[in-house]
């Protein structure tokens, strides 16, 4: 009998500016219901804060800690609020992901977000070179708006909250995941 897969829904948040991708966040749903969030210790703040998409969209899902009550969210005003501890150095990250998606433990794991290639690319990244990934991992995630396109681009549940939060959205693609696999098994999508 072959082996079932052990399916992950991730997202990441992340800070790039053509040449570098850094994380912000990110955020995985196991199939058995575990699930991990984490933020980026080592992120720049100034370089966060002076990015306006990721400023307005991305910082304030962040857990923050507020320096200066009633003032604009900035790298001035706010600082990494470890009591939350999802504030994590990327050693910790990588040991994290490393257990939470353990091939020995959990089986292999199939990776899947939603228009997935920078986030496999931050993901990956947090190891190393595509070399370097956890032995039993595959080199390659699947994407699942590339299946819904495959599937004549059926309309997606709406998310409703969190957009932008790295967890929400994972738990998101688990959904779309679960609408689309619905769907292409009743027959009503290609």
Known sequence: MKEKARRYWFDTEFLEDGRTIDLISIG???????????????????????????????????????????????????????????????????????????????????????????????????????????????MYCRDIKQWADMLGNPTLPEQGEGEHHALADARWNQQAWDFLDREQKKGWIR
């Open 28 to 138: 995985i749903v196991a199939e058995d219901g575990r699930q991990y969030y984490a933020v980026s210790r080592d992120i720049n703040l100034v370089k966060l804060f002076d990015h306006p998409w990721v400023a307005e969209h991305v910082a304030p899902q962040l857990p923050w800690k507020v320096l200066e009550r009633g003032k604009t969210l900035s790298w001035i005003t706010a600082d990494h609020d470890v009591s939350t501890g999802v504030w994590k150095h990327r050693d910790e990250i990588v040991r994290d992901i490393k257990t939470f998606c353990d091939p020995e433990i959990y089986g292999k794991p199939e990776f899947w977000a939603y228009y997935a290639d920078y986030d496999w690319v931050v993901l990956c990244q947090l190891f190393g070179t595509m070399m370097d990934l956890p032995k039993g991992w595959p």
